[in-house]
């Protein structure tokens, strides 16, 4: 058993102390509705399934755009070893709701990250013994990192991603993040930037890799094709587009663009679908008089001019339905979500400035035409207009990964998956 650094041991000791304050808080969590009694018992490993017999590869994400591209690199890996099984643990609920619409297959198990205190995470180890590890971004919890080094168990720190200002933050736990850092096996960081500053953390430098983002290998986004050919008949000569993912003030952007874009097409149709579903009745406020809400019921547009998809896990429809998809939190300064979820589908994806989240992505995707830059609502209305009068088929860039990304995903799977 490796030697455990003294900060890893106080840490350890001080949240097992603070477990009486662990329970009330998800307590608390529970009466706000972002855990559910199920989420509680996983957290604790009450009554957790059998392990599946055979090779089980555990990946931890937090958000829904990191737990689908950690299932889209998992999904990789079963291509290449299809005995394996796979748990991906989350810490966000809507997280576990995305992944169980993917369909991912019987050989993959969602469960909640466990409560991080030795005792907790020694009985979530103990029982998923996995063989190896996979921790996406930089949500780290000392703790269960520290109880998996212990099992000797591979891990490797996938998609890191570190800002100065975050960096910043982190300094005062370099005695915490200095022993996990070092104890990866292998860390694949997105860019230069983030090598530095997880180096300055403690991290060895000869162990870590600059792969890009491996959101880049997220799967298409499911839907149910009954859905889809119903939409599409529907929707049959109408011209559409999406904003997906929106923050506050980008839907008046969107909705400006639109009024122009109807001026020459007046049949055509707008999906909101608002990064926080529960803004829809906000968002359709916005819209107009009558503007149709999934989330109250109504299921087709008819023929509205905007539909309100205020709905989580159907961002696959409505990129299936469009062309265009104008992706938030770019205009409003929030760092920008993943693209390729919607150039996987075919889309030509629109974007703000503020896309420090996926910088080295959109750079990639911007030269070759995948996306575009648009600053106002005039810019948005013209670059739509011209992708719906070109000839691009639907679908037609159904696996648009960049040259880069591609090399990338051969990176890890030859590190992951030994020849």
């Keep these: 058993m490796k030697p455990r650094p003294l900060a890893i041991r106080l840490y350890g000791q001080v949240f097992e102390i603070l477990t009486p304050l662990w329970q009330w808080w998800l307590q608390q969590r529970l009466r706000r509705g972002k855990e559910t009694l199920t989420s509680l018992d996983q957290r604790w490993m009450r009554s957790p399934p059998a392990r599946p017999e055979g090779t089980l590869v555990w990946g931890h994400a937090v958000g829904v755009g990191e737990a689908l591209a950690l299932a889209g690199l998992l999904k990789r890996l079963q291509e290449?070893?299809?005995?394996?099984?796979?748990?991906i643990t989350t810490t966000a609920r809507t997280s576990g709701q995305a992944l169980a619409k993917q369909a991912l297959g019987p050989q993959f198990t969602h469960w909640f990250a466990p409560v991080d205190t030795p005792s907790n995470v020694a009985r979530f180890v103990n029982h998923w013994q996995p063989d190896?590890?996979?921790?996406?971004?930089?949500?780290?919890?000392?703790?269960?990192i520290d109880a998996t080094a212990q099992r000797s168990t591979?891990?490797?720190?996938?998609?890191a991603r570190l800002s100065a200002a975050a960096a910043a933050k982190r300094r005062w736990g370099r005695a915490v993040y200095a022993p996990l850092l070092a104890g990866f096996?292998?860390?694949w960081v997105q860019n230069a930037e983030t090598a530095q500053h997880l180096q300055a953390l403690g991290a060895l430098p000869q162990r870590m890799d600059i792969t890009g983002t491996i959101k880049a290998m997220v799967p298409p986004l499911a839907a149910n094709p009954s859905d889809v050919e119903r939409w599409r008949q529907a929707l049959s000569?109408?011209?559409?587009w999406v904003l997906a993912s929106s923050h506050p003030g980008e839907e008046e952007l969107a909705l400006a663009a639109h009024k122009l874009l109807r001026d020459k097409y007046p049949n055509a149709l707008l999906i909101l679908a608002p990064r926080d579903a529960g803004r829809g009745a906000t968002v359709a406020a916005m819209c107009g008089p009558d503007t149709p809400l999934r989330s109250q019921g109504a299921l087709m547009p008819g023929t509205a001019p905007c539909y309100v998809a205020d709905t989580m896990g159907e961002l696959g429809l409505w990129y299936r339905l469009s062309q265009v998809a104008m992706v938030g939190g770019s205009w409003a300064p929030v760092?920008?979500?993943?693209?390729?979820?919607?150039?996987?589908l075919g889309n030509t994806v629109l974007h703000g400035p503020h896309v420090a989240n996926f910088s080295e992505s959109y750079d990639d995707l911007d030269a070759q035409g995948l996306s575009v830059l648009a600053l106002s609502a005039e810019q948005l209305a013209a670059t739509v207009t011209e992708v719906w009068a070109s000839?691009?088929?639907?679908?037609?860039?159904?696996?648009?990964?960049?040259?880069?990304?591609?090399t990338n995903i051969q990176k890890?799977?030859?590190m992951l998956v030994p020849a």
């Excluded at 290449?80 to 748990?87: A, E, I, T, Y």
Aim: glycine share 6%.
């Design 80 to 87: 290449q070893r299809p005995d394996l099984h796979f748990l």
């Design 132 to 144: 190896l590890a996979l921790w996406c971004e930089m949500d780290l919890w000392p703790a269960l």
């Design 154 to 159: 591979p891990h490797v720190l996938v998609n």
């Design 185 to 187: 096996d292998a860390i």
């Design 237 to 240: 000569g109408r011209c559409v």
């Design 335 to 344: 760092g920008g979500h993943n693209p390729y979820e919607a150039t996987a």
């Design 391 to 406: 000839t691009r088929a639907d679908g037609a860039s159904e696996q648009a990964l960049t040259e880069r990304c591609a």
């Design 412 to 414: 890890l799977l030859a």
